[in-house]
């Protein structure tokens, strides 16, 4: 069966750190771009980040760009996404997802979630 | 950036009506528009990719048509397992970036 496990999320204080993790399995991961993307609260959804194959391409959306860093490691089958300098506006649900389509952007498969939650 | 514009925000029908999503995007692009349902506490389910294009084991009631800046999303008969948080997404490629629309509650 093809799954993505998220883990990582938690309550960690304005300006923290934390560093988020899927695992995925059922699937040549090697093969796919993957993303993440976030929700708040109540809110809609937001791409936070993309990364492709081979790590050669990677893109970050505007309001996490230079304090987000995702890498991947396709020995293990498994997404990061480090997120420093965090901010109350972080706080959300993050998925992990896994990108098709011939040019991309389509999200197929997703993890379940992890919550982090920026709070003092 | 595109924005997209997608209404209603919620929309309340009985089952067996038919429902009708729009999504408008600020710029033209092409058929790079899918569709997600979203029930509380879970992730999204793609059910639509390409604008109008059903993902495998998606009940035909749903569909999608569209192309350039103006989409719609269509629910043929709607039953009580729908109801949920409908989104639209766009992909632009140059440089890559995905916007999703605002979301539209169903209820019954």
């Known amino acids: 069966e093809e799954q993505l496990v998220e883990s990582g999320g938690g309550l960690v204080k304005p300006g923290g750190s934390l560093r988020l993790s899927c695992a995925t399995s059922g699937f040549p991961f090697s093969s796919y771009s993957m993303n993440w993307v976030r929700q708040a609260p109540g809110k809609g959804l937001e791409w936070v980040s993309s990364i492709s194959t081979t790590s050669t391409y990677i893109y970050y959306a505007d309001s996490v760009k230079g304090r987000f860093t995702v890498s991947r490691d396709n020995a293990k089958n498994s997404v990061f996404l480090q997120m420093n300098s965090l901010r109350d506006e972080d706080t959300a649900v993050y998925y992990c997802?896994?990108?098709?389509?011939?040019?991309?952007?389509?999200?197929?498969?997703w993890g379940q979630g992890t919550l982090v939650t920026v709070s003092s | 950036d595109i924005q997209m514009t997608q209404s209603p925000s919620s929309l309340s029908a009985s089952v067996g009506d038919r429902v009708t999503i729009t999504c408008q995007a600020s710029h033209d692009i092409t058929n790079y528009l899918n569709w997600y349902q979203q029930k509380p506490g879970k992730a999204p389910k793609l059910l639509i990719y390409d604008a109008s294009h059903l993902e495998t084991g998606v009940p035909s009631r749903f569909s999608g048509s569209g192309s350039g800046t103006d989409f719609t999303f269509t629910i043929s008969s709607l039953q009580p397992e729908d109801i949920a948080t409908y989104y639209c997404?766009?992909?632009?490629?140059?440089?890559?970036?995905?916007?999703f629309g605002g979301g539209t509650k169903v209820e019954i």
């Open positions: 997404q766009q992909f632009d490629n140059l440089p890559p970036t995905v916007t």
């Open positions: 997802a896994r990108e098709v389509g011939i040019v991309g952007g389509t999200y197929d498969l």
